[in-house]
């Protein structure tokens, strides 16, 4: 798009209108809704494409599958990804994420150095 707003080609106009119309996450609400209701949820991610151009508009997600647990829904994805070819575009993920553990560092003045 030129700083004007106009477009160079009908090409780009077509990517713009599909790259702003197109749900890329269907299942938001229905995920939502899982994640707050305690569930562990699978999501599978996979790259979206113009349907006029074919360009690349960016990555979606759907709801695969949901459980009570985290070791289900992690072994449910295990199986999921180990099914995917080397050149496969998609993954699977498990939600909600797992925050990363905090780590403590202390770091020991030179008089507490015991050499």
Request: contains cysteine; charged residues 25%; proline residues 5%.
């Amino acid at each position: 798009m030129r700083s004007d707003g106009s477009y160079s080609n009908e090409f780009e106009a077509a990517w713009d209108l599909s790259r702003r119309t197109i749900d890329r996450q269907p299942d938001a609400d229905k995920i939502a809704a899982l994640i707050g209701a305690g569930r562990c949820v699978v999501v599978v991610r996979y790259p979206m494409y113009c349907g006029f151009t074919d360009a690349y508009i960016g990555m979606g997600a759907a709801h695969c599958s949901d459980f009570i647990d985290r070791d289900n829904a992690e072994y449910a994805a295990g199986i999921l990804r180990a099914g995917l070819d080397e050149g496969d575009d998609h993954s699977y993920e498990v939600l909600p994420k797992l925050a990363a553990p905090i780590i403590h560092t202390v770091q020991p003045d030179e008089d507490e150095v015991p050499f």
